[in-house]
């Protein structure tokens, strides 16, 4: 069984930047494809980004390429997503999730495990 902690939201003016922080426990680390995703009110949940095991692969949503970046240290237990150029429209609960596979996937059903959720909430 894995656990996942999620950690850096926030409240941040359009334009600012987070990182968001996800550690995992409980597993094997590195044999979990990762991916970050967000849900906001009244709208069903989307990925945002996701990686594969070394983190040589990875999938955007087309909405975040170019400001956001996911990445991973698997000696830390511990994936990233670094928000740059942040949008009203990024305002979400923001959700780690892993997939025991190499390969990411764009698809929530394709996920395992899941946090509890982080808070970006971007003012414009």
């Known amino acids: 069984q894995v656990q996942l902690v999620e950690s850096g939201g926030g409240l941040v003016q359009a334009g600012g930047s987070l990182r968001l922080s996800c550690v995992a426990s409980?597993?094997?680390?590195?044999?979990?494809?990762m991916g970050w995703f967000r849900q906001a009110p009244g709208k069903e949940r989307e990925i945002v980004a996701a990686?594969?095991?070394?983190?040589?692969?990875?999938y955007y949503v087309d909405s975040v390429k170019g400001r956001f970046t996911i990445s991973r240290d698997n000696a830390k237990n511990t994936v990233y997503l670094q928000m740059n150029s942040l949008k009203p429209e990024d305002t979400a609960v923001y959700y780690c999730?892993?997939?025991?596979?190499?390969?990411?996937?764009?698809?929530?059903?394709?996920?395992?495990?899941w946090g509890q959720g982080t808070q970006v909430t971007v003012s414009s």
């Open positions: 999730a892993a997939r025991n596979r190499y390969r990411p996937d764009s698809n929530v059903l394709q996920y395992d495990y």
């Open positions: 409980g597993g094997t680390f590195s044999n979990y494809a």
């Open positions: 990686t594969s095991w070394s983190g040589g692969s990875t």
